[in-house]
């Protein structure tokens, strides 16, 4: 026996290891879970995005307090922005917004220089044109400079930088883990969703002002992660003290006495209708009128800031991005001369502010405008039949969404927006009227929306790249894990525990790829550890595993992936079969269905 | 060898719920009393393998004898196919056979694969488009031949028969 053990040939191949017995069940459940369910790409993408949602729920908050913060530093007062700003003298009302702007200029100056390059930070941007990357140090930077200049008064929304925020957050997943441009944009409109609904505390409204205004299409691949995100957000926010589940705005009580009261809301969404588009060019024409004086970044901004000074000492009541503005308006705490002069300050100031290039929403001013505009004809008509339901701060709200959905070119979600911010279902009639007849008055004097720059240039990607000339280049994810001939189970149990896919790449020391090894396969070895020592993935590689090349277009692509049940496919150079990266169905799914909307958007 | 198949196919379908009836029925069906040695001469682990390949060496479903042998070599050069309680499984998906094929060998004094004596050597070869039945095969082998009391029945198997119904049993 002795002689026999020498005689033996001694060890020429490498000898597998045991397979761990800790393994054995956590790949059990891996197939059990594989088999029943499945998770596709895009169902991850859903975890994701509820993520991002608590993310930019959390950022929201953070800002919040931020904003309070620099208030109370420059000020000394821990009230709003409209009750400190009554109680300053004169001189406090002119200098606060100055050194709001002037600290925003330097913020934006300085800042940029630590921020890579001049990459475009706007989400819209992002999401619609580019690969989906918000670039975090600029982002950083504009949402400090939007912090100064709304702690000061300017007159600008917060949804700006709060959405700014959110979108970088979201735009970071995607950038870690290499996701192809379609997936990181829609995680990146997933963060902007967010960011809205944790602004207003309004998910619908959210969810849909992404889908309407940025991505131009409330295609359930989506728009499912676009909701989730705001929920998750919402309720984020929700949790928090300062804000709480209330509506933002708390409404008087509203009711129609006769259906032909609606008619005058008609008549409000044609006001609405003719004066957004001018707002929107006034906006516009403040801005060129700004970069006319040639000045630099900082005394711009801070002469921005000097308007609104000036008109603050007038009307400290137009200070702020106009939050508290519209609550005085929905409850009547002004007479309508007082409210007239309010109004156009705020118009004025807002002109200001966005011209002088703060960084900020539009939105809210857009609110305040519109609640402005139906509050004025609201005092006309209740003048007017003095004994009907016709109350001025009914037609404050539903001005409200005819001027948005005017403005912005989504009724849709202006009229949930309003709905969402006062949680009165009794306005819904007159809002939708009202909300509809603005917007296509407004389409017919305007046709680009408040928000068209990023859209039009977006008219102008999508002209170029229709989905047939598109490329499985475009979309590939590079590098895919994959494993040698020689793997032993053990790895590709491993493999198979820690990522999701059901199919495993097996290539040669030069990358070059063999084939694949099917999660399916391995299944009847999962009771036989000393069986799966003998296993190696040559064993069980599948050779005839479909593959494409990266200048395969996606149509053809789309074929290949009617005929495999995997959710990716291999993408192999065309000359020497080197494994260059995986080309996943859902990707391809969302790639499709932003083509497809861009086939319907007028003008794209 | 078509019988055979069939309860491949059917342990195929079923994953790893197929129980110890069918296991014994496809490797009884597997192994003929030809391709079967008791005792084995050779000491050394490639010339186990050879020696064992031999008893396919006129058998129909051998397409090319020397590279059916040249794929089992190579594919343990890869990763010893030697498991555990004395066991090794050399096998190969090759294009040199054209249906399953199986052969058993058994000695006394064992063989080293590695560091692992090795009292039982099962050579398998499979086309190589027939990946699943490969693996069943594999996989019900190694199953049986974990149960002490199947090896001990092939350890004192006089004769061929006695070495298939002991896997049969």
């Keep these: 026996m002795g002689d026999v053990i020498k005689a033996a040939s001694p060890p020429e191949s490498p000898k597998a290891p045991r397979v761990s017995r800790h393994l054995v069940p956590l790949l059990k459940l891996r197939v059990w879970l594989a088999e029943r369910f499945r998770p596709t790409e895009l169902q991850v993408t859903l975890m994701w995005a509820g993520l991002v949602g608590f993310l930019a729920g959390a950022s929201s908050l953070l800002f919040r307090a931020a904003t309070q913060g620099v208030h109370y530093l420059i000020t000394r007062s821990n009230e709003g922005l409209v009750n400190s700003f009554t109680a300053m003298p004169d001189w406090q009302r002119f200098v606060t917004p100055i050194i709001g702007g002037t600290l925003a200029g330097a913020t934006i100056l300085y800042g940029m220089r630590f921020s890579r390059g001049s990459k475009s930070t706007d989400y819209m941007e992002a999401i619609v044109l580019g690969e989906g990357n918000v670039p975090f140090r600029s982002s950083l930077v504009k949402s400090a400079s939007a912090l100064f200049t709304i702690a000061t008064g300017g007159s600008i929304g917060r949804e700006g930088p709060l959405v700014q925020l959110a979108a970088m957050l979201a735009s970071l997943p995607g950038r870690w883990r290499h996701w192809p441009a379609p997936r990181r944009r829609l995680i990146v409109a997933c963060g902007a969703a967010a960011g809205i609904a944790s602004a207003y505390n309004a998910p619908i409204a959210g969810a849909l002002f992404v889908a309407e205004i940025v991505l131009g299409s409330v295609a359930m691949e989506s728009f499912g992660p676009l909701v989730f995100a705001s929920v998750i957000a919402t309720m984020t926010v929700r949790e928090s003290p300062l804000i709480g589940d209330s509506p933002l705005y708390k409404v008087p009580t509203f009711r129609l006495d006769a259906a032909w009261e609606i008619l005058p809301y008609a008549l409000l969404g044609v006001a609405a209708g003719i004066a957004a588009p001018w707002f929107t060019r006034f906006l516009r024409f403040c801005e060129t009128c700004f970069e006319r004086t040639r000045l630099p970044l900082i005394p711009r901004l801070a002469l921005g800031g000097a308007i609104v000074g000036a008109l603050a000492i007038r009307y400290p009541e137009m200070a702020g991005n106009g939050y508290s503005s519209i609550d005085g308006i929905l409850h009547d705490k002004w007479t309508w001369e007082l409210l007239l002069g309010i109004f156009a300050c705020k118009i004025l100031a807002t002109g200001a502010t966005f011209g002088s290039g703060a960084v900020g929403g539009v939105f809210t001013p857009t609110l305040f405008a519109g609640s402005g505009l139906g509050y004025l004809l609201g005092c006309a008509f209740h003048a007017l039949w003095p004994h009907s339901g016709l109350t001025p701060s009914a037609f404050a709200l539903v001005g409200m969404g005819a001027f948005l959905a005017a403005t912005t070119h989504a009724p849709l979600m202006a009229m949930l927006m309003v ?154 150079d065309a000359q020497d079969r080197t494994l260059l990266g995986s080309i996943s169905k859902s990707d391809l799914i969302l790639a499709i269905a932003e083509r497809s909307k861009a086939d319907t958007t007028p003008g794209g | 060898m078509p019988a055979a198949e069939s309860s491949i196919h059917i342990a195929h379908r ?129 199953r049986l031949l974990r149960v002490d009391r199947i090896r001990a029945a092939l350890a004192s198997a006089a004769t061929p028969e006695d070495f298939i119904q002991a896997l049969d049993s």
């Design chain 1, 419 to 572: 709905f969402e911010l006062t949680l009165d279902y009794a306005i819904i009639l007159p809002l939708m009227m009202g909300c509809v007849i603005a917007y296509y008055l407004s389409i017919g004097i305007e046709p680009a929306s408040i928000y068209s720059d990023a859209l039009k240039r977006k008219g102008a990607r999508l002209f170029d790249e229709q989905l047939s000339k598109l490329h499985v280049l475009d979309l590939m994810k590079p590098s895919p894990t994959a494993v040698p001939m020689t793997a032993e189970f053990n790895e590709i149990a491993q493999n198979f525990i820690s990522h999701r896919f059901n199919y495993l790449y097996v290539v040669d020391q030069r990358r070059r790829f063999l084939g694949v090894v099917s999660l399916h396969d391995i299944k009847p070895y999962l009771n036989d550890p000393e069986m799966a020592n003998v296993i190696i993935a040559a064993d069980i590689l599948r050779e005839d595993f479909p593959t494409v090349t990266p200048a395969v277009p996606l149509t053809q692509a789309l074929e290949y992936f009617a005929h495999h049940d995997g959710e990716r496919l291999p993408v192999l």
């Design chain 2, 14 to 142: 079923h994953g790893f719920f197929y129980g110890t009836t069918v296991m014994s029925s496809i490797a009884a069906q597997l192994l003929q009393p030809g391709r079967i040695s008791l005792d084995i001469a050779a000491a050394d682990k490639n010339e186990a393998i050879l020696e064992v390949a031999g008893l396919l060496r006129h058998d129909q479903e051998v397409l090319r004898f020397d590279d059916f042998c040249k794929d089992l070599l190579a594919r343990d050069r890869l990763r010893s196919t030697a498991a555990d309680y004395g066991v090794a499984f050399p096998h190969a998906r090759t294009d040199a056979v054209q249906e399953i094929v199986v052969a058993a060998g058994r000695s006394v004094n064992g063989v080293y694969f590695g560091d692992e004596l090795v009292h039982f050597i099962f050579v398998i070869g499979t086309p190589r488009e027939k990946a699943g039945e490969y693996l069943v095969a594999v996989g019900t082998l190694a």
